[in-house]
């Protein structure tokens, strides 16, 4: 596995501010990883809203599964439970083990790792939410975090923002963040995320895991419907290899903590005053998810694809998702050859509405082909220098409608072989 | 690009018999490739009747579309065309250059290539089925066939069966031949094939191009009914990258030469006389599939895909599909890693009716997993040493049904990424 960062990484890495209502701590748990961080407890506020977006996986990871029922108690009629519905306390991730395919024994583990949390903290397992990622099929001895989690709610404090996301790393590297500092009425209120990677990519949903906080007072439901229309133009938009994790993972949290200092309380997705917010927040996804695909495994180019004049923004994705996902387009864009020919087969395979005779398509800019047929103005030289840029954008004009779609991907370079050849063993 | 051959070429190749009614004739026109043949030319006697399956991409090459407008001629209500529907003279193809995404350039390249076919032949030019394969987007300058094609007219010998199949060649690292003789009615007749890969397979056609003859007198209608229940279990059933080719063709050419020596004339493909002659045919095809397989590009494991216990065979094709195109799965299987949690992934992103707690997994008749977690008696040294093996058999138990299916493909090897990474430019 190369330690090397990627060549694709930000240059300009945010400094995370601190987030009223949240407080991080990281430990290393020894759960596969050596001499690294592999556990982050989260600590939130009484009263924080929770929202989130999964894996569409037939065969889900024990945690998924349980955020799922945690999140699915707010549509239960129990007055029971309702109290507690839409609400989180905590959340643990760990790296290394995925806690996926371990059966009975997964959905013990996750319980347990609640329970574990949920002491320490005072609160009902029901609150903690849980992630893992990493191997397939080990089985997780969540024993490991007795104690490890007491530990950490004590050590808790509002700035480890870089050290959380550098915790729930595995092929990652570098750790991802995002932010940013919007007005909601007359108040300052911030958001904060983090995500990792870095292959088994695709979507739906189009990451592994990633995490969004901010300390706005987002009622639960309005929560899930700004995750919900956020999500589909960013890590949906993503692929690395076409392959879908079972442990996807995106969860919302709103602390609601810059009530405090005048912040509305919002209880509606569709409130007139959320509308610079959910900008913002859609924007720190998109950050997040730019980076996910700056980090595919061995990638060497950022590529983004742009299907335009399709039938429909949907025939459009499924054009731009044929393109990201073709195998020989991406070795191509690892060899600098702007092989259109292999555009045009994976526009072909798409099985859309295309016509040959109607489509175009540009490298950075430039026009290769048009109407069928190589474009006349067509420089091999301009060209190849062009697909020496380390960001590649291809776009493809179908000529037949006012469907537009973008889609984000790396190259597929043998360093991705090597990384996936060399895993788990 | 690798010049070796693949180390899962078949041992045992057949020694190709000629075949009563083709004549084969081989050329280096020097359309790309320096020092090697790139033409070949079959030339079939009168009333040899055809059939073919082409690739389903939206953007086909110019020969596809040549092809399909000549069978199609046969459903035409026009007495002037039927003369000639369903019936071939002779077979163009020609590697190196796939004369696809050619525009008005690469329809008037096929024309002009089966005018002088039809030429040196004495036929229509609607008589002449071609070929194309190599890169995309470059125009096919058909002048260079002028003076070849009517040279290999007069060459053409019946046994040239083996350079016939080396001239159809582009990454390919062996030629790929089968043949079959059987019984029809009391007349032994004869069925010989060619394909040819090596990359950009997926179904639908799962090959770049295949041709098979036979010396049976079997009406076009038949013929074409033969090739379609063929072909699913075979050419379609085959992925190397997931990526469909902009030309795949699949051509069947009966010459009815055996009905000399007493073979019956059949005229529908559910005679009863056809049942000993349809399985051998089935095998021919069947044979040159797996052998696309064994040399698909960087190729170092064949690997074979049961999934059984689903809901439906459409079901277990999608799922082992999905399993055969994970670049996951095919990069752990290059790295001797009997990776199940990434088959488990494969499964789940299939989007078919999977329960990960009545999933069982085998690699090589070794079972990992059950019940939705690692199998009990599961020996990392055992499967280890099972891995090395140069044929890897994955099966899926899914317990659901009885809807079972096969899929071949091969392995991801850093090999794949540096032949299509440095193919065009």
Redesign the interface.
């Known amino acids: 596995m190369s330690s090397a960062v990627s060549p694709l990484a930000p240059t300009n890495v945010p400094e995370m501010p601190t987030l009223a209502g949240v407080k991080l701590a990281t430990a290393a748990a020894g759960i596969r990883y050596k001499g690294r961080t592999d556990v982050l407890l989260a600590v939130m506020d009484k009263g924080t809203s929770v929202a989130g977006v999964f894996?569409?996986?037939?065969?889900?990871s024990a945690p998924v599964e349980w955020c799922r029922a945690k999140l699915g108690a707010g549509k239960s009629s129990s007055k029971a439970k309702s109290s507690k519905a839409g609400t989180a306390r905590a959340l643990v991730v760990n790296s290394g083990n995925?806690n996926?395919?371990?059966?009975?024994?997964?959905r013990q583990s996750t319980a347990l790792t609640a329970t574990i949390a949920a002491k320490a903290l005072g609160c009902s397992p029901a609150e903690i939410f849980l992630a893992s990622t990493g191997?397939?099929?080990?089985?997780l001895d969540a024993t490991k975090f007795d104690g490890v989690l007491g530990t950490l709610a004590e050590q808790a404090v509002p700035g480890e923002w870089m050290n959380a996301a550098k915790a729930i790393m595995t092929t990652d590297t570098f750790p991802k963040v995002a932010t940013a500092t919007v007005k909601l009425g007359k108040a300052k209120v911030t958001i904060n995320g983090m995500a990792k990677g870095a292959?088994?990519i695709?979507p739906d949903m189009a990451t592994m895991l990633a995490f969004v906080f901010t300390d706005a007072p987002i009622a639960a439901g309005a929560l899930q419907a700004l995750l919900k229309g956020g999500v589909e133009d960013t890590f949906n938009a993503v692929t690395i290899?076409?392959?879908?994790?079972?442990s996807d993972t995106l969860l919302a949290f709103a602390t609601g903590a810059a009530a405090e200092h005048g912040a509305p309380k919002i209880s509606r997705a569709s409130d007139p005053r959320l509308k610079a917010f959910t900008k913002a927040f859609h924007a720190v996804l998109a950050d997040l998810a730019e980076q996910v695909a700056r980090d595919g495994e061995g990638a060497r180019k950022l590529v983004e694809i742009i299907v335009e004049g399709a039938t429909s923004k949907a025939s459009a994705r499924r054009i731009a998702m044929s393109i990201a996902?073709?195998?020989?387009v991406k070795?191509?864009i690892?060899?600098?050859?702007a092989?259109?020919?292999?555009v045009?087969?994976?526009?072909?395979?798409?099985?859309?509405?295309?016509d040959?005779?109607k489509?175009a398509i540009s490298f950075n800019g430039i026009r290769v082909?048009s109407?069928?047929?190589?474009d006349p103005s067509y420089d091999e030289a301009e060209v190849?220098a062009a697909m020496k840029n380390p960001k590649i954008q291809i776009k493809v004009a179908l000529g037949l409608g006012k469907g537009r779609d973008r889609v984000l991907t790396c190259d597929?370079?043998?360093e991705?072989?090597?990384i996936?050849?060399?895993?788990?063993?």
Chains 1, 2 share one sequence.
């Open positions: 894996t569409r996986s037939k065969c889900p995925a996926a395919f371990t059966g009975k024994t997964g191997v397939i099929g080990e089985p292959g088994m695709a290899d076409g392959d879908t994790s079972t996902n073709s195998p020989l070795t191509a690892a060899g600098e050859d092989n259109w020919g292999r045009v087969m994976a526009v072909g395979k798409a099985g859309e509405p295309a040959r005779d489509l082909a109407r069928g047929a190589r190849s597929l370079t043998k991705y072989v090597a996936n050849g060399d895993y788990r063993s």
